[in-house]
């Protein structure tokens, strides 16, 4: 794991006036940094159309692997941010030790000025699934937004199962 955020002041906004997330009561510290690393990378390369999501994965060793959503001029080559951190996540470990993600938080800046958690895309619950069904994704909830855990494998409710 990276150093504690026990000393590490967790400033109200980001830069440019950018409001961020407040952290759940139910977030443990782990799960905090990973939230804060996510939107300390988004604030620093955030480009309206190129670079709008930032995400943060941790492993089952504690390491913490970060992405940017990259956007494509023509759409079908943009990559989400989940998937650059899950990609990073994997180039880190030797290839016979399977990748195992623990927890996962993305962010966006809404146009409120505010940074937001959000759900994976369709592609990257997948994906997420398909390597850490186990895994504790932080979504925000549609009816009463507010910061929650649910487990890779229920963002996909009766996925189909692939044997790697």
Known sequence: MSAPLSGRALSATAPAGIARVAVPASM?????????????????????????????????????????HLEGSCRRSSICAEGVALGAARAAYPGEQPLSVTAVVSVQIKPAGRFRVIAPCGVCRELISDYSPDATV????????????????DLLPDKSRRVW
């Not at 190129?50 to 089952?60: C, D, K, L, M, W």
């Not at 060793?61 to 992405?67: E, I, L, M, R, S």
């Not at 932080?138 to 494998?153: C, D, F, G, H, Q």
């Open 138 to 153: 932080w979504i925000t909830t549609v009816e009463e937004n507010e910061v929650v855990p649910v487990r890779a494998l």
């Open 28 to 68: 443990s510290e782990d799960d905090v940094e990973l939230l804060v690393l996510a939107q300390e990378l988004l604030a620093r390369v955030w480009r309206d159309g190129r670079h709008e999501v930032a995400s943060a994965v941790r492993t089952a060793d504690g390491a913490v692997h970060t992405g940017v």
